[in-house]
């Protein structure tokens, strides 16, 4: 019991209530269980490492894995122990199935059911879930089925309503459960930092003090708590930075009981390394790689590839000049972008010198259009003709150049490239383009070549 | 000390049997007695006299059109033998929607497997035909009756394929070429207008219904319907009573005196003693079904009476009371019920030996209103609500029209730049967390393009997710529930909350 409690931490209230409800080996299991919670609160390990303890009989189906319901009925076979042939394309055959695994056992044997992700059984026929939901009815057996879903129960519609079942609720951990869950894994940590680095056994001490490790956490989860409180993404993001948090201190650099030093050094870090959130971009690997190894070579190269895809995605400018688009495919690029996000109507007066009587109404416009929420930038983009394109191509591109072959390849590039989503017509007349770059990448874009991209925008007028 | 290990052991019986009592006891059927009575000589004239009958049970959800019928056929059990004179035939809906499927199960259920064999009928009236000669076949030439009970009746009317189950069925009845009686149960009020003409026509639209609020015949004349409250309670005190002719054996051996006994040691338990006590049993066969024997639960005859004052005084107790009418006022579902009373059953342990009175209040809190939604957002990050609460103002201001990432992240990075205390967060982070929402299904697509902003696009399907429209998904009630107690919520966003528009 207590290994239990230890294995799941934070989660007391819900083992309680789950081993409660399952009660001893002889007794009657309930109809069904609904856990609900977030992504990351321990849903799954409970069940499981409830069960395990409980030793039942039990089959855990993951519906992203099972996605069709006759493959999910003979992977409950299989595992609920069927010797008998386990072809089975209907609920009448699962139900037969286990009616004869259930008369076959002496006892009345509990029989556990578990659907992991269960949001997706609404992908299938309802009668699958409604049917699930009172398997125990159906089959006349000890079995009690457990939906697993990070949705809430309401998103959950029956047209003609089910047999409810138990529901209970996992909320999230809190600031100070975090903290206890991951200082769980404080050996892990100095392990990771140990593998990365050689350390003297003088600092190694230092380093494995939990003083220090529980100091890196508040001051990691004081920038990481406010975006994000997914205890896997937190784990790892804190074993990447706890890296960097160490690495001053095996340089000799800081001393490991100077915390304010070490909080300036590490609170930068925090706040970019904020931006890899989500991301999953490996950070850099060791900086120093150990010497003498004959793979060196080829790991510094692949921190090299690694560091530059890491640059390149996290800010969009690198990302754009990336690229390396030529000097007439960004020019069409940010052409693409203006045909996108200008409304067709108001290109006389962007792109024209002599637009005459136009610029009088321009106050009236300008104060009746304009809700933050309506412009056009924020609608997302519009399609637009290859006419348009090139009229505002040669509109804002000084020189004057000939269509020729070249150019219009450009374009078809730049499809393939996906920053111009374009249709499959033939027919360069009737075919749409649309652009599918955001505001920053066309900036960055704009920039290289010396273009101001706002002053053509008819949202920034 | 071994009294105490003694209670241990016994606590630890009770919570079976209560278990057992409540999720496997499907034949105590209480109330309802003309309806019952309707089906129980529907069911015995089939059996007995060879007529043929097809009616319909309706009634909602948990009101016991299941535990009706099982009930009934219990009580013949004991009256006529039915195993020898009539076949019970039970189909599901849910499991048996399919004529092939329902077929093979009827076959099973008859056990003609072998006589069927690998002959191939034509159709499915020959292939019934077929097997109900085969019945006819025995040695006296004399048909079995049958008995179908198909649940969930309105799964077996599928809309656009025939319903050749149900027609043959009741043209069988109707004929009476064999003595059958076919039974629906359902929930919907409307099952007739599912039913094809022809099916419709044979079909001897007898209803049976079940409402919870009928008035009850009580020895012959009308007698007020009693409230859901009174009825919950007796349940109550039904299903978590312990039957005293269980207890043990040693001093008396007849259940006469057994229960003389109990009379002089407890005399609170005097009345249920002599009038209920078979209720509060569980039919032998249910545990005969379950692998149970009865002789395990061997109590004290003192301890079940001491169980039996206890029960009672909690169904006393004003709290209790309070709560059950608060579950009849948001539920009315015996089901439900039953699983609230597995929950405090199962919460019994030999270091809690009784049932108090807030486990019974808290149990209904947690059914009856369960918030899962307002937790739900409530163990949101403080990015992701802010972002709930920037679509929820947009929304205002914009009557409710959907929105999309552009527009709340517009929302947002005003709201962030007003108050210099926010952490300004990189765009991918935010849009990560937008879509944390979305899997969520806190907010979801619109799916129709009814709205005004991409009337004129042909490609609405294929935008880009960041332009991609949402609406929010949750009750704005909820939402000011989840952001009034939201732990340790930085104080400028419960005021951004409050003050609507930036």
């Known amino acids: ?461 | 000390m071994p009294e105490m290990i003694g209670d241990n052991v016994q606590i630890k019986l009770i919570r079976k049997y209560l278990k057992l009592k409540i999720v496997e006891n499907n034949v105590l059927f209480r109330n309802h007695n003309q309806e019952k009575c309707h089906v129980y000589d529907i069911i015995k004239r089939t059996i007995l006299q060879g007529e043929s009958h097809s009616a319909l049970v309706i009634g909602p959800r948990g009101s016991g059109k299941t535990t009706l019928i099982n009930s009934v056929l219990y009580e013949l059990s004991k009256e006529v033998d039915i195993a020898s004179d009539a076949i019970v035939i039970k189909l599901n809906g849910l499991v048996h929607h399919d004529d092939k499927i329902a077929l093979k199960s009827i076959t099973a259920q008859m056990q003609l497997e072998n006589a069927v064999g690998d002959r191939v009928f034509g159709t499915f009236a020959e292939n019934l035909s077929f097997l109900l000669s085969c019945l006819q076949s025995g040695a006296d030439r004399r048909c079995k009756s049958m008995v179908f009970v198909l649940e969930e009746f309105d799964m077996f009317c599928h809309s656009g394929r025939t319903q050749t189950l149900l027609y043959n069925l009741f043209d069988i009845t109707h004929t009476k070429q064999a003595p059958m009686c076919v039974l629906g149960t359902t929930n919907r009020l409307d099952v007739m207008e599912l039913l094809e003409k022809r099916v419709k026509s044979r079909f001897s639209h007898r209803h049976i219904f079940l409402f919870s609020n009928q008035d009850v015949e009580v020895d012959g004349r009308e007698a007020p319907a009693r409230s859901p409250l009174e009825l919950y309670k007796e349940l109550l005190v039904i299903l978590l009573s312990m039957p005293a002719c269980i207890g043990r054996r040693d001093v008396e051996e007849t259940p006469r005196r057994r229960k003389a006994k109990g009379k002089t040691s407890v005399n609170i338990d005097e009345l249920i003693q002599t009038d209920d006590s078979s209720n509060y049993t569980i039919p032998i066969e249910d545990l005969e079904r379950c692998k149970v024997d009865i002789k395990q639960f061997r109590l004290d005859s003192a301890f079940i009476a001491d169980w039996n004052t206890h029960i009672q005084a909690l169904a006393a107790t004003d709290s209790v009371v309070d709560s059950i009418e608060k579950f009849c006022y948001y539920i009315n579902n015996e089901q439900i019920f039953r699983d609230i009373l597995f929950q405090i059953v199962s919460h019994l342990s030999p270091n809690k030996p009784y049932i108090d009175a807030t486990d019974v209040t808290a149990t209904i809190d947690k059914t009856v209103a369960p918030e899962h939604r307002v937790k739900l957002l409530q163990s949101l990050s403080i990015l992701e609500l802010s972002l709930v609460i920037a679509m929820k103002h947009g929304m205002e201001i914009f009557d409710g029209q959907p929105m999309n990432f552009e527009m709340v992240l517009h929302r947002y990075t005003k709201f962030a730049n007003a108050n210099s205390s926010t952490q300004t967060v990189p765009r991918p982070v935010i849009l990560k967390a937008f879509e944390h929402l979305q899997a969520l299904e806190i907010i979801l697509p619109v799916r129709n393009s009814d709205s005004i902003y991409n009337a004129s696009d042909t490609t609405a399907s294929r935008v880009q997710k960041e332009y991609k429209l949402y609406t929010l998904a949750v009750p704005i009630e909820d939402i000011n529930e989840a952001v009034k107690n939201f732990k340790a919520l930085p104080t400028e966003i419960s005021h951004w909350y409050n003050n609507s528009v930036v």
């Open chain 1, 1 to 461: 019991m207590e290994e239990l409690y230890k294995k799941v931490p934070c989660r007391e209230s819900q083992l309680n209530d789950l081993l409660n409800l399952l009660g001893d080996y002889d007794e009657p299991l309930p109809y069904s269980l609904f856990l609900s919670g977030s992504m990351a609160t321990g849903k799954s390990l409970c069940i499981e490492s409830v069960l395990k303890y409980l030793g039942y009989k039990h089959v855990i189906v993951d519906c992203i894995e099972c996605y069709s319901p006759k493959l999910m009925y003979e992977s409950i076979l299989t595992e609920l122990g069927s010797d008998l042939e386990i072809k089975s394309d209907t609920m009448l055959d699962l139900t037969n199935a286990l009616n004869r695994i259930g008369n076959s056992a002496v006892r009345y044997e509990p029989m556990v059911v578990v659907f992991d992700r269960a949001e997706r059984l609404r992908t299938m026929d309802q009668s699958v879930m409604c049917a699930f939901l009172r398997l125990r009815e159906l089959c006349n057996l000890n079995i009690c089925t457990i939906f697993i879903t990070h949705l809430v129960y309401d998103n959950f519609y029956f047209k003609m309503g089910v047999r409810e079942p138990i529901k209970i609720f996992f909320p999230n951990y809190n600031k100070d459960e975090l903290f206890k869950i991951i200082f769980l894994h404080h050996k892990s940590f100095v392990r990771h930092v140990q593998s990365n680095h050689d350390i003297d056994i003088e600092i190694k001490e230092e380093l494995e003090k939990p003083e220090l490790f529980a100091n890196f956490l508040n001051a990691f989860l004081s920038v990481f708590y406010r975006p994000c409180r997914d205890l896997i993404e937190l784990q790892n993001m804190a074993r990447v930075n706890f890296v960097k948090y160490c690495e001053p201190i095996i340089k000799c650099e800081i001393q490991a009981q100077d915390l304010s030093k070490l909080w300036r050094h590490i609170s930068p870090i925090l706040k970019t390394s904020l931006e890899l959130l989500y991301l999953r971009i490996s950070a850099s690997k060791s900086s120093n790689p150990s010497p003498g190894k004959e793979n060196a070579e080829h790991e510094s190269q692949c921190y090299n590839f690694e560091h530059t895809l890491k640059d390149e995605l996290t800010s969009t400018k690198t990302f754009a000049q990336s690229f390396e688009l030529p000097y007439y495919a960004k020019f069409l690029l940010i052409a693409a972008y203006l045909a996108s996000y200008n409304p067709p109507k108001e290109d006389k007066r962007l792109f024209m010198k002599n637009h005459g009587k136009q610029r009088k109404r321009l106050q009236q416009v300008k104060a009746k259009a304009k809700i933050s929420e309506k412009l056009n930038t924020q609608l997302g983009p519009k399609v637009f003709t290859l006419d348009r394109l090139l009229a505002i191509f040669y509109a804002i591109l000084e020189e004057k150049i000939g269509l020729t072959s070249n150019l219009l390849a450009q374009i078809a590039t730049l499809v393939e490239l996906k920053l111009i989503a374009g249709s499959k017509e033939i027919d360069l007349d009737v075919s749409k383009y649309k652009c599918i770059v955001g505001y920053d990448f066309i900036s960055a874009v704009a920039q290289t070549v010396g273009f101001n991209v706002r002053k053509y925008l008819y949202d920034f007028i």
